[in-house]
């Protein structure tokens, strides 16, 4: 990944981790400036431009050292270094540890115990000398280098936390950057004010700012065509470009028949009517519907959806001159799940329809200035463009719509049916007064039936799971805790209102292991 700006940063060094991206957002909500740079082909660092450098985790061994391409030179530089997970490793290693592969490995959540004081430390344990942290490894520091010191450690993992101070070289055997670290930030500001000694600069305003310019500054006096789906990542989009470039934005509402009850109008009226922006609408569900049949693979639903959006986007650039870009709603969790944008050492968990579903060849080039931010960044970027909050709040809805929510075959009876019922779930939610207090809340349809007992007739019909989750970012999430009368009512409701499901279920699975969406 080429290198963003020559301006004096945290430098985040990936090594394939599937976090990486949420350390950087933890450094920028402190009010930081940082940049991600790939472990591959890391040139040389000029000193002056860095306060500090952080190693990521990743899915490595720290002696695989043929695909492990890293310019060790950056341990001859002078300004502190933090390495987590894998990077801690890696700090080990160079300055003379061991590292082996652990026989108890250490996976979610772990309890570890303050040794000795540290300012890396500082106000991070609580008042038992002890914290809960969020482990993800199967090798560990056996052996820590001369003049290290140990800092912490758990049950399993003797050198948790390490450092030089002298050197200022430290390491953390867990995971800061995910929330289910108990007061995990504190490592991080910690690190950025005590020991990089930088100061506040970095904020959303700031941001919305320079991607204006950059939007303006790419584009120039080309038009450009916005995927309009009437979620919060792209309406956003439309809105940053719609500053930047006014008139010469054309947006284009698709119709696939995978939209949620009255999505559609709902979201035309307002960008039609209160934003008076250039919108286009296109009734594609037919052709979606068509392509989508007999389609069980969720990949290839993915991928087909991703080709169906941008052969139409082309085929409706022809109708205008100087048309040279597709904006998209990218956002940098859609990125990470479907490739590693800054190595691809990383695995992929699943492709996006506008990620990795995307068509290798594209006559239109692409737009994407939110793909470095998380959902919550958005929202306050949204803030900054004067979106009303209720538009802002709305749980995330994916491109493929309900297609990936309708396990198994697509089709018009079944997209009906989990289209009611994800209905009902919602305004029972909203009903409750708890949609705010959820990060995204919808239904599911099994691909399998169940047996029933209706009016004393059996039934053979499908199964609905409820699916709450709470989060900050998208990429850790945990379920919902709703009281047991509401699931039954949500159940009675649905099984009762909604012909073709007899039997109603919640997942509790939080992310990770699971995903927040099935497919």
């Given at each position: 990944m080429k290198r963003l700006t020559k301006l004096k940063k945290i430098l985040i060094i990936d090594f394939g981790s599937q976090f990486t991206q949420l350390i950087a957002r933890r450094i920028r909500e402190i009010g930081v400036f940082s940049e991600i740079v790939s472990h591959k082909g890391l040139s040389k660092l000029d000193q002056k431009e860095l306060f500090g450098i952080i190693l990521s985790g990743g899915p490595l061994n720290v002696y695989q050292d043929k695909k492990i391409k890293f310019n060790k030179n950056i341990f001859n530089l002078t300004c502190p270094i933090l390495g987590i997970c894998f990077g801690h490793q890696m700090i080990s290693k160079f300055y003379g540890g061991k590292v082996?592969?652990?026989?108890?490995?250490?996976?979610?959540?772990?309890?570890?115990?303050?040794?000795?004081?540290?300012?890396?430390?500082?106000?991070?344990?609580?008042?038992?000398?002890?914290?809960?942290?969020?482990?993800?490894?199967?090798?560990?520091?056996?052996?820590?280098?001369?003049?290290?010191?140990?800092?912490?450690?758990?049950?399993?993992?003797?050198?948790?936390?390490?450092?030089?101070?002298?050197?200022?070289?430290?390491?953390?055997?867990?995971?800061?950057?995910?929330?289910?670290?108990?007061?995990?930030?504190?490592?991080f500001k910690n690190f950025l004010f005590l020991i990089c000694k930088i100061k506040k600069k970095w904020n959303i305003a700031s941001q919305k700012n320079r991607l204006i310019q950059d939007i303006k500054n790419k584009v120039q006096n080309d038009k450009v065509i916005c995927a309009l789906s009437g979620g919060v990542d792209s309406s956003v989009v439309a809105l940053l470009i719609n500053k930047a470039i006014k008139k010469n934005l054309i947006c284009i509402m698709v119709d696939t028949g995978l939209m949620r009850k009255n999505e559609f109008k709902y979201t035309y009226k307002i960008f039609k009517k209160k934003y008076k922006l250039n919108v286009i609408l296109i009734d594609a569900s037919n052709m979606f519907l068509s392509r989508l049949k007999n389609v069980f693979n969720p990949e290839k639903k993915r991928k087909i959806i991703g080709n169906l959006f941008v052969r139409i986007f082309e085929k409706e650039s022809k109708k205008f001159k100087k048309i040279k870009y597709l904006a998209q709603g990218t956002l940098y969790p859609d990125v990470i799940e479907s490739l590693s944008k800054v190595g691809k050492t990383s695995v992929t968990i699943k492709s996006h329809h506008n990620v990795g579903g995307l068509p290798k060849k594209m006559k239109l080039k692409l737009l994407e200035p939110l793909s470095e931010l998380f959902k919550d960044e958005v929202r306050l970027l949204g803030k900054e463009l004067n979106v009303p909050e209720a538009f802002l709040n709305r749980h995330p809805f994916p491109g493929p719509g309900l297609a990936i929510r309708l396990l198994g075959c697509v089709n018009e009876k079944n997209i009906k049916i989990l289209r009611k019922a994800?209905?009902?779930?919602?305004?029972?939610?909203?009903?409750?007064?708890?949609?705010?207090?959820?990060?995204?809340?919808?239904?599911?349809?099994?691909?399998?039936?169940?047996?029933?007992?209706?009016?004393?007739?059996?039934?053979?019909?499908?199964?609905?799971?409820?699916r709450a989750v709470t989060s900050i970012d998208g990429m850790t999430a945990e379920t919902y805790k709703f009281n047991d009368e509401f699931i039954k009512r949500c159940a009675n409701e649905i099984i009762n209102r909604v012909p073709g499901i007899n039997r109603v279920c919640y997942d509790i699975t939080s992310k990770p292991p699971g995903t927040i969406e099935f497919e």
């Open positions: 082996k592969s652990s026989k108890t490995r250490e996976f979610g959540f772990a309890n570890i115990k303050k040794i000795k004081n540290s300012l890396l430390t500082k106000n991070f344990f609580n008042k038992k000398n002890t914290n809960d942290v969020w482990m993800s490894h199967a090798d560990h520091v056996t052996k820590i280098p001369r003049n290290f010191k140990k800092i912490a450690s758990t049950k399993d993992s003797k050198f948790t936390i390490i450092e030089n101070f002298k050197l200022k070289r430290f390491g953390v055997q867990f995971h800061p950057e995910v929330t289910h670290t108990i007061n995990g930030s504190q490592i994800d209905s009902i779930f919602i305004n029972l939610i909203k009903e409750e007064g708890l949609y705010d207090k959820i990060w995204q809340a919808f239904c599911v349809l099994l691909p399998v039936n169940t047996v029933g007992v209706m009016g004393d007739n059996r039934t053979y019909e499908k199964i609905c799971v409820l």
